[in-house]
């Protein structure tokens, strides 16, 4: 029997995909091969356990297939130790914390507001924030990491797990001040390098495994693999904790997770393997070059990017000085003309819910072909949307506003110039097909 409904919907998606932008920085297109993994027959096969150490028989193929995950792992990144088996990165950032921390345990990040994820401490709504002590550090003035913060904050609370790294910050890291500072208060120094591994493995931005006691990636996002995560423990956990890997390991199976998804593990391993060629270093540095010329070729159209740029694969405009949650209503109108992004935070913002900005990036698209002369293109468009929504304001009842923005959507649809760019970007996007088909 075929499931005709889903079908339909299945290639509805893939249309979208193939006719317009994708400029969500955490989307990428997996290649044909880790899509057929993922879509393999591994799907059936249950695993609980580890490599050698299963509860379930008939695991041979699956343990030659994790331990080939976990060795390219460990070769790629020179890391002595890496678990595979997480199920994304929300999962794998708790279970980091299962295995340093005790409930009740001071944890610190970068807040929400400054680029830092969910699961590194955001008060109240997350498990990291509702069981742990959470204490948050921010940016600068002029939008980068505040280091003097973030060391006076540590003293004063001394956390015993630092989380270092971002979902929405455009400028490099500094892993060994990063370091530092960890040390002056003995805490874990846990690297989230879900946005950046990609560009880490193509060199295009420093590696935390020097440095940091504990890595964890997602697996898509730049690696370009399935909806997945990986851990790492570096040496330098091993010199604070000889049995680090061992409370990882633990801590995700039996302690957060049951029999780990085989086929997304083969995946993984398959995206490991095409990033370690040399067209995947190319990729990399071409991705940094796409989103330096798109960031300035905004600026040029009086568009304001927070820190006045990016040195990575992303960028975040800032429609703070127009009317509170223009980003809401900037990306709604990107995505009637083709061009999909997701609103998103800044600095000044206090409303996550109606935030003031828009987040795009250039993993998927450089995946796509595109290089300088399509960014400015896309610039010029987005610009162009951004005018045609300048005249609207969410009200400010909060009950209004659902209402409001079901029915701006409704016109951005109907816009005879969003009409036109979507148009555009539809034959823009037939020059660069989506790699692996539909």
Not at 40 to 51: F, I, Q, R, T, W
Not at 241 to 257: F, R
């Amino acid at each position: 029997m075929q499931d005709t409904e889903i079908q339909n919907l299945i290639e509805q998606e893939a249309e979208r995909q193939q006719d317009t932008l994708m400029l969500i920085p955490s989307e990428n297109y997996a290649s044909k091969a880790v899509r057929d993994a993922v879509g393999s027959v591994l799907a059936n096969k249950y695993s609980e356990g580890y490599a050698g150490r299963r509860y379930y028989e008939g695991n041979e193929a699956i343990d030659e297939i994790e331990l080939l995950a976990i060795d390219r792992a460990k070769k790629l990144f020179g890391v002595p130790h890496a678990n595979v088996q997480p199920y994304s990165g929300s999962p794998a950032n708790s279970e980091i914390l299962f295995a340093l921390a005790e409930p009740g345990s001071t944890i610190m990040g970068l807040a929400l507001s400054s680029g830092g994820h969910l699961t590194h401490g955001h008060p109240r709504v997350t498990f990291s924030g509702k069981y742990y002590n959470s204490i948050q550090f921010g940016l600068t003035p002029d939008a980068k990491i505040d280091y003097a913060d973030m060391r006076a904050k540590a003293l004063e609370h001394k956390p015993k797990v630092i989380f270092f790294g971002t979902t929405a910050y455009p400028f490099i890291l500094d892993w060994e001040q990063a370091r530092k500072i960890a040390d002056s208060v003995g805490a874990y120094l846990v690297a989230d390098v879900s946005h950046i591994v990609g560009l880490i493995i193509a060199g295009v931005h420093p590696s935390p495994v020097p440095y940091a006691h504990v890595v964890m990636s997602t697996t898509h996002k730049t690696l370009r693999g399935p909806r997945g995560a990986i851990i790492l423990v570096t040496d330098e956990g091993l010199k604070k904790d000889p049995d680090l890997a061992k409370k990882i390991d633990s801590a995700v199976m039996p302690g957060m997770q049951g029999g780990p998804h085989n086929n997304t593990i083969a995946g993984i391993a398959i995206s490991l393997l095409l990033a370690g060629q040399s067209d995947f270093t190319e990729y990399g540095h071409k991705v940094v070059d796409n989103a330096q010329v798109l960031s300035k070729s905004l600026q040029d159209k009086g568009i304001t990017i927070v820190g006045g740029g990016t040195e990575n694969h992303l960028l975040v405009m800032d429609f703070s000085s127009d009317s509170e949650g223009g980003g809401t209503l900037v990306a709604a109108a990107l995505n009637a003309a083709g061009i999909v992004t997701n609103r998103n935070t800044v600095p000044s913002d206090t409303n996550p819910f109606y935030p003031s900005g828009v987040r795009i990036g250039t993993p998927a698209v450089t995946t796509r072909g595109m290089g300088e002369h399509e960014m400015r293109k896309i610039a010029e468009w987005i610009a162009e949307v951004v005018e045609i929504v300048k005249s609207e304001k969410l009200p400010v009842a909060k009950e209004e506003r659902q209402n409001y923005i079901k029915d701006f959507r409704a016109r951005m649809q109907a816009n005879g110039r969003i009409h036109i760019i979507r148009n555009l970007v539809r034959d823009l996007c037939a020059q660069f097909p989506v790699p692996g088909g539909n």
